[in-house]
Nanobody
């Protein structure tokens, strides 16, 4: 059974930085896409950033230029470097690993709280 284990959340002042990590425990077949989502209280879960196996990335407009997603394929790990944090970035952040097609899957992490104080 594959589990995604997240770390790196916490409390930070506005303008500060945090780095989230998400690693897969157990054997996992080739990951097509790794992503980070977030959900603030009373709001729907939204995509923050995603990265494909080939390294292509996409970001939500609200985080472009401030957040950077990266992956280590050898470690089955995805990172989210968050700089210039704002109070509106406060949310629970979830990682997501997807493989489409043969031996496909859609795994989610348990979520990690990020709180940005003003």
């Amino acid at each position: 059974q594959v589990q995604l284990v997240e770390s790196g959340g916490g409390l930070v002042q506005a303008g500060g930085s945090l780095r989230l990590s998400c690693a897969a425990s157990g054997s996992i077949f080739s990951i097509d896409r790794m992503g980070w989502y977030r959900q603030a209280p009373g709001k729907q879960r939204e995509l923050v950033a995603a990265i494909t196996g080939g390294g292509s990335t996409n970001y939500a407009d609200s985080v472009k230029g401030r957040f950077t997603i990266s992956r280590d394929n050898a470690k089955n790990t995805v990172y989210l470097q968050m700089n210039s944090l704002k109070p509106e970035d406060t949310a629970v952040y979830y990682c997501n690993f997807v493989r489409i097609g043969f031996r496909g899957y859609d795994y989610w992490g348990q979520g990690t709280q990020v709180t940005v104080s003003s």
